[in-house]
């Protein structure tokens, strides 16, 4: 089946770092790419969805300064967590679609922690 | 919203019992999607049901869907302790873009 990866699987930094976190999509071409953020025990909440070479559409309440998302290509997007804040601490899924975009694979996730 | 809203929240049986979880959602989908989540981990998906469908298999799994009562469960037959997971049901309208609820945490002892 089709493969997403993220990279990397866990992050520690400081308060007031960037983070870069990478998907990509390792067998298929991925017109959109969606970025999701989970706290424990919640459901996961949409952040963005990303297509490729052009801007992200973010979701109502999050910040597109503070989470700047590129997707350079068919198979890789980027999340970067601008000046990271302890409350930025979450799990980070993304996801990819194929072309047919119906059906989406998801990657391991990323955890970050915030200092 | 079509944000699913599964129950129960949690669930806790023995091993080779079978668990029930339902999704209840709002609005029209196109399609409504299973998904199961260990512990930190990312998600894998389970079942695709199309809202023109009505009951899906896969192993050990089965899936119904009554879009008349906006409702789907999710039963798994002779649970294992590997099956410990939290499980979610994420429903599509017309954007293709899942929309998920908060999730059954399913407990299997050995």
């Known amino acids: 089946g089709a493969v997403v990866s993220q990279h990397p699987s866990w992050v520690i930094c400081k308060s007031g770092t960037s983070v870069k976190i990478e998907c990509r999509s390792l067998?298929?071409?991925?017109?959109?790419m969606f970025w999701y953020r989970q706290f424990p025990k919640q459901s996961l909440m949409l952040m963005a969805t990303?297509?490729?070479?052009?801007?992200?559409?973010?979701e109502q309440g999050v910040e597109k300064d503070k989470f700047l998302i590129n997707h350079a290509s068919l198979t890789l997007s980027t999340l970067t967590v601008t000046s990271a804040h302890p409350e930025d601490s979450s799990f980070y899924i993304c996801?990819?679609?194929?072309?047919?975009?119906?059906?989406?694979?998801f990657g391991p996730g990323t955890r970050l922690t915030v200092t | 919203s079509q944000q699913g809203e599964e129950d129960p929240q949690a669930l806790s049986i023995q091993e080779g019992e079978n668990a029930t979880m339902n999704c209840s959602y709002k609005?029209?989908?196109?399609?409504l999607q299973w998904y199961r989540q260990n512990s930190g981990r990312g998600l894998v998906h389970l079942i695709l049901?199309?809202?023109?469908?009505r009951e899906k298999h896969s192993g050990r799994l089965r899936v119904t869907l009554d879009t008349s009562k906006k409702s789907s469960s999710l039963l798994i037959t002779a649970s294992r302790a590997a099956d410990t997971a939290s499980y979610f049901c994420?429903?599509?309208?017309?954007?293709?873009?899942?929309?998920f609820g908060r999730g059954t945490s399913l407990i299997v002892h050995p």
């Open positions: 996801s990819a679609a194929g072309l047919a975009g119906v059906e989406q694979y």
């Open positions: 067998d298929f071409q991925a017109t959109t």
């Open positions: 990303s297509n490729e070479g052009s801007k992200a559409t973010y």
């Open positions: 609005t029209s989908i196109n399609n």
């Open positions: 049901i199309r809202s023109n469908e």
């Open positions: 994420a429903t599509e309208g017309g954007s293709y873009i899942p929309t």
